[in-house]
């Protein structure tokens, strides 16, 4: 495995290095950070082999289960309750605490439920999300980079037509219940 790229010691190689890019961007200062996720965070793939995985993680927000006590968490994060109440896997979040300032595309995501709620809208989410590359088409470099089709919460997109990326925009959540279980 290791003269074909794939032996443990090469996969740990290019781990280190996904994640010490990835520090370094998120070092420019940002509202979240960027993780590279999926076959690259893995090492199983060398740098133009298959496309990157990136979750970004907005550092501002926080999703919490029921029976998290929201005193310990910072005034300046906004907090969302999560109901697991919806299809497996899935979750309805609940606006339990909105901050002083939000980004737009949270702003904009939000919407009542019909019994008095605010929630946050995936949906709406992502295409908040996608409504920025509309608007700043051409963002991080010189390259012509192609924005695709939304697939599922991930929204695709190519630099120069040789590098292809998935991203992915995220909230964190804080839930040990629903991690031991």
Same mark, same amino acid.
């Given at each position: 495995?290791?003269r074909?790229?794939? @032996?443990?010691? =090469?996969?740990?190689?290019? #781990?280190?290095?996904?994640?010490?890019?990835?520090?370094?961007?998120? /070092?420019? @200062? &940002?509202?979240g !950070?960027?993780?590279?996720?999926? &076959?690259?965070?893995?090492?199983?793939?060398?740098?133009?082999?298959?496309?990157?995985?990136?979750?970004?993680?907005?550092?501002?927000?926080?999703?919490?289960?029921?029976?998290?006590?929201?005193?310990?968490?910072?005034?300046?994060?906004?907090?969302?309750?999560?109901?697991?109440? /919806?299809?497996?896997?899935h979750? =309805?979040?609940?606006?339990?605490?909105?901050?002083?300032?939000?980004?737009?595309?949270?702003?904009?995501?939000?919407? +009542?439920?019909?019994? @008095?709620?605010?929630?946050?809208? !995936? +949906?709406?989410?992502v295409?908040?999300?996608?409504?920025?590359?509309?608007?700043?088409?051409?963002?991080?470099?010189?390259?012509? =980079? #192609?924005?695709?089709?939304?697939?599922?919460?991930?929204?695709?997109?190519? #630099?120069g +037509?040789?590098?292809? /990326?998935?991203?992915?925009?995220?909230?964190?959540?804080?839930?040990?219940? =629903?991690?031991?279980?």
């Amino acid at each position: 495995m290791n003269r074909l790229g794939y @032996g443990e010691e =090469i996969r740990r190689w290019r #781990v280190e290095n996904y994640r010490e890019f990835d520090r370094l961007l998120n /070092a420019c @200062g &940002s509202r979240g !950070s960027r993780m590279t996720v999926g &076959s690259k965070g893995e090492g199983l793939t060398s740098f133009y082999e298959s496309d990157h995985d990136f979750l970004f993680e907005l550092s501002e927000y926080l999703c919490v289960e029921d029976g998290i006590n929201l005193l310990t968490i910072a005034d300046d994060i906004e907090v969302y309750r999560m109901n697991t109440c /919806a299809y497996p896997g899935h979750c =309805i979040l609940f606006l339990e605490r909105p901050a002083h300032r939000r980004l737009t595309i949270i702003h904009n995501a939000l919407c +009542g439920n019909g019994r @008095g709620d605010i929630i946050l809208s !995936s +949906g709406l989410f992502v295409d908040e999300w996608k409504a920025l590359d509309r608007r700043y088409p051409q963002y991080t470099c010189s390259e012509k =980079i #192609v924005h695709y089709e939304r697939a599922g919460p991930s929204l695709p997109m190519s #630099v120069g +037509g040789v590098s292809y /990326a998935d991203r992915v925009l995220s909230l964190p959540c804080h839930c040990p219940s =629903i991690l031991q279980r």
